[in-house]
């Protein structure tokens, strides 16, 4: 009887120690719900100490869409010694931390890269990470049968002599594998060992479905303060655009009959005396108060679109025909490149050609002495089934601070600009679910209009 005292005295330390470190790792994993430093901390946990439980971990996440194993960190007792412990070690209220510029030279080494380079198919992959995913249970290899198995590379490519993979589970849903090795010592893996890392498991897998959950949250509440931002400034944009087009109609009349009676003295005044100029100002002044309510009211009425099918490179043709004279004028050179069509469009053409002419003649304004026009139209590299029409000028291009400004309403550079066109661009092409982006490219700018096509052509 006196002989077994000390051995039960050993197991009795040894359950203390166990039932200490996870009261410790669950106080870590509730100390944080970012998913990148929780897994560091799981496997730094698993990794550290003296001795530590185990000289390698890694660990892997299980894709919900494809069910692919994806490798995350992969962490061993050299780059595990950062862990530190906040309160008394003695006490269950103590936990874990780790420090950022510890995550970050546990993500730089050679061993974590290659952790995160592996991917692991379940279907054609390893036959013991698959048991572990389909049974949700923890397998223990350590003869050399599964160093000889063909089905895969995982064992060969991290030089795995014997190893542990625990299933990382949550709500009956298995959301990845921690894989424990000891390739140093090469020693194996003690029961003791092993049952610590199944409870260990069982908590982390909790833990990393929290964090998931609660990112995802933080992501739709993103999406809803968002959505209602966007609703709020559309609410504003109405109300603007209700005030505006009662301006427009209030102010039209008076600006058409100041305009009219300048136009008759222009015609009455001789060309040399003070009052001829005075109205011709007047006149022309007019014009451009009359072509500002025109944008305004266009911006502020709801468009009406009529869709049908339209061929792109006709619509062009048609703006390069209506710019001719704009073009010749400033002596500017046009170059379509325009590759193969046919490219179909479901849209309103009249709108869509507004949007071409109003993009051509702005890089007309901006070229007052001359210089080049560049058109392309090719398959967008993004997605087949949209085309992308590019506008090169080589016009100085747009000053940086500017460009993400320029679709804003309102927002011009030009002197007797209504700072409309560019909106008015930009909401036709939202209609047609496309889009439009501005860059400064070589010696001016590029905009890119990018449309869906209603059938891929061959």
Excluded at 176 to 200: K, T
Excluded at 266 to 272: E, G, I, N, Q, R
Excluded at 274 to 290: C, M, P, Q
Aim: net charge negative.
């Amino acid at each position: 009887m006196v002989d077994r005292i000390p051995g039960n005295q050993a197991a009795a330390a040894q359950q203390l120690n166990e039932l200490t470190l996870l009261y410790r790792f669950s106080n870590t994993m509730l100390s944080t719900i970012r998913l990148n430093k929780l897994t560091h901390l799981i496997l730094a946990a698993l990794t550290s100490g003296t001795p530590p439980l185990f000289e390698r971990a890694m660990l892997f996440l299980r894709s919900e869409k494809s069910g692919v194993l994806q490798g995350m960190l992969g962490v061993t007792t050299d780059t595990a010694d950062g862990l530190t412990v906040v309160g008394d070690e003695t006490s269950l209220s103590s936990r874990w931390d780790i420090g950022d510029d510890v995550i970050l030279r546990q993500r730089d080494t050679d061993f974590c890269a290659r952790v995160r380079a592996t991917r692991i198919e379940l279907d054609e992959g390893c036959n013991v990470i698959k048991r572990v995913i389909v049974e949700n249970r923890l397998f223990y290899i350590e003869d050399a049968d599964c160093e000889e198995c063909m089905a895969c590379s995982f064992i060969n490519h991290f030089d795995i002599s014997a190893f542990a993979a625990a299933p990382l589970v949550a709500r009956d849903r298995t959301l990845g594998i921690i894989v424990v090795d000891n390739p140093a010592s090469g020693a194996g893996i003690s029961r003791d060992n092993l049952h610590f890392l199944q409870l260990f498991a069982n908590q982390a897998g909790m833990a990393i479905e929290n964090s998931m959950l609660y990112n995802r949250i933080e992501d739709a509440h993103s999406n809803l303060r968002d959505a209602r931002e966007r609703l709020l400034h559309g609410e504003r944009l109405a109300a603007i655009g209700e005030m505006a087009a009662n301006l427009v109609h209030e102010l039209k009349n008076p600006l058409i009959t100041i305009g009219g009676f300048a136009g008759r003295l222009l015609k009455s005044l001789p060309s040399a005396c003070r009052e001829h100029h005075y109205a011709d100002t007047i006149f022309k002044e007019v014009g451009h108060l009359e072509k500002m309510l025109a944008d305004i009211l266009a911006f502020s009425r709801k468009p009406t679109i009529c869709y049908c099918r339209c061929d792109l490179e006709e619509t062009l043709k048609e703006c390069f025909d209506s710019c001719a004279l704009a073009l010749e004028d400033r002596g500017i050179r046009l170059t379509p490149a325009l590759c193969p069509g046919p490219w179909p469009i479901l849209g309103d053409a009249y709108q869509l050609k507004q949007v071409f002419l109003n993009l051509m003649l702005n890089a007309c304004e901006v070229m007052p002495d001359g210089g080049d026009i560049e058109v392309t139209v090719r398959r967008a590299p993004s997605a087949d089934n949209y085309v992308q029409i590019s506008i090169k000028d080589t016009g100085g291009g747009i000053p940086a601070d500017m460009l993400p400004k320029i679709f804003n309403p309102f927002f011009t550079t030009k002197r007797h600009g209504t700072g409309l066109g560019l909106a008015i661009v930009n909401r036709i092409l939202m209609n047609h679910n496309g889009s439009i982006t501005a860059a400064n490219e070589g010696k001016g700018a590029v905009f890119t209009v990018t449309l869906p096509l209603t059938e891929a052509h061959e």
